[in-house]
């Protein structure tokens, strides 16, 4: 079935530093594909997302290229603040029955930025 | 301003008993779904519904049952049956799509645990 793999966390950086979080994924079709972000104690929000080969998507400063060659969407970063620490979830979207999706996500990246 | 609401925020299960999960959305969205988030973990579809009166089961069902009499809620109980029900349970909803690209906009959750 389709999975999504990212890289292992927690991840620890400094103010401004330059951030990459590795997602892969692998999947029948072309699925769409997603970064969601979780702050402590709330639910997931969308951060940006792609839906099909080479489009980027980009919010907030973050971008990701959907990379079908590489079955990749890293998520990037030039410069973070302390308020991007969060945890970050890659997914993939797999549409169901009449036009609903099942997101397949992969297991969360903790990302903390120290001042 | 449209969203996802969920109650309560913190739930306590005595074993043996069956409590439910209110889930209600105002943004006139056809599909709704509940996932599962352990610690560490990423997100599992538990239910889905594409429409009222209907709805499909996920990937770890089991131990769980929804109902959908309205098109803004779609309630989750967690019967006795879930050996394990300690988690974070999240509630999604999206526009139906003719493909995957609609987002999931999620509630903030509600947190489960065993007396």
């Known amino acids: 079935g389709d999975s999504v793999t990212q890289m292992e966390g927690p991840v620890t950086l400094s103010e401004e530093a330059f951030l990459t979080i590795n997602c892969t994924y692998t999947?029948?079709?072309?699925?769409?594909l997603f970064w969601y972000v979780q702050y402590p104690g709330e639910g997931l929000q969308l951060l940006l997302k792609?839906?099909?080969?080479?489009d980027k998507g980009s919010n907030k400063g973050f971008e990701a290229t959907y990379r079908k060659e590489t079955t990749s969407f890293h998520l990037e970063k030039g410069s973070v603040q302390v308020s991007d620490s969060a945890v970050y979830f890659c997914?993939?979207?797999?549409?169901?029955?009449?036009?609903?999706?099942?997101?397949?996500f992969g297991q969360g990246t903790r990302l903390t930025i120290n001042p | 301003d449209g969203g996802i609401t969920q109650s309560p925020k913190y739930l306590f299960r005595k074993e043996g008993q069956n409590v439910t999960l209110s889930c209600e959305q105002n943004?006139?969205?056809?599909?709704m779904y509940w996932y599962r988030q352990d610690p560490g973990q990423g997100l599992r579809l538990i239910y889905y519904?594409?429409?009222?009166?209907?709805?499909q089961k996920g990937d770890i069902a089991e131990g769980y049952s929804v109902s959908r009499e309205k098109k803004e809620s779609f309630p989750l109980t967690v019967t006795s049956a879930q050996k394990n029900p300690t988690a974070f349970y999240l509630c999604?909803?999206?526009?139906?799509?003719?493909?995957?690209?609609?987002?999931?906009?999620f509630g903030d959750g509600t947190r489960l645990s065993i007396l």
């Open positions: 943004l006139n969205h056809d599909a």
């Open positions: 519904s594409q429409i009222v009166n209907d709805f």
């Open positions: 792609a839906t099909k080969a080479d």
């Open positions: 999604a909803s999206s526009i139906l799509g003719g493909y995957s690209n609609q987002p999931q906009h």
């Open positions: 999947a029948t079709g072309y699925p769409s």
């Open positions: 997914a993939l979207s797999d549409q169901v029955g009449e036009g609903a999706q099942k997101l397949v």
